[in-house]
């Protein structure tokens, strides 16, 4: 059975939020052990790139979710 494009784009989406999720659940549950000055370099880097991109919608749960926890330690 063949998939149709549509279709092997879905699949192909949901493997790659699949993968996401388990790399940033695995970052965001190791910060602890993450020294500060990298920590720093993160939150300026996420600066960066919010500065240059801009801060639609769509990034605010993972913002919310990674600024959370940063301020966690």
Known sequence: MS?????EQDRSLSVLAG????????????????????????RNLA???SDHF????EYEVGRKMFATKIDEI
């Open 54 to 57: 801009g801060d639609g919608p």
């Open 3 to 7: 998939l149709k494009p549509v279709d």
């Open 47 to 49: 600066r960066r790139v």
């Open 19 to 42: 993968y996401l999720e388990t790399v940033m659940t695995s970052i965001l549950g190791s910060i602890k052990e993450c020294p500060s000055y990298m920590r720093a370099a993160f």
